[in-house]
């Protein structure tokens, strides 16, 4: 039966992208399938494939039609993520097409991917 496994990030470099990723979102690099252009990171607790890693040489896309939603509870929980996220290696994104009263911030990760800080409790569902 079809299923849905885990999002997968092109990058170019790849243990750049493994030391970011693993640091942000407190994943750890898995050996299973590991290759010169693939990393799985796993759940720290154990209950998972949660990201994957695969080394790619195509452009950044400037608006991806899909990319990582990274969620909080409130606004100081997403400032202090956003500066965590920098000191790591993420950087701000010139982005144009923020709403009126934005729930989100636009960051992209040292290979320049797009990724979303989402403070929920300024979500327009309300969280």
């Known amino acids: 039966m079809l299923r849905l496994g885990f999002p997968v990030i092109g990058v170019s470099d790849l243990p ?51 990319h990582l939603d990274l969620l909080v509870d409130t606004a100081a929980e997403q400032e202090a993520e956003v500066a965590r996220l920098k000191e790591l290696g993420a950087q701000d994104v010139g982005w144009d097409s923020y709403p009126p009263k934005p729930d989100f911030v636009v960051l992209a990760d040292p290979d320049g991917n797009r990724f979303c800080v989402v403070d929920l409790s300024n979500a327009p569902s309300g969280g």
Request: charged share 25%.
């Open 16 to 66: 750049r992208a493994v030391a970011f990723w693993t640091a942000a979102l407190n994943l750890v690099a898995s050996d299973e399938w590991a290759t010169d252009d693939w990393r799985t990171l796993d759940h720290a607790d154990g209950s998972g494939r949660a990201l994957a890693l695969m080394s790619s040489r195509s452009p950044i896309e400037p608006y991806p039609r899909i």
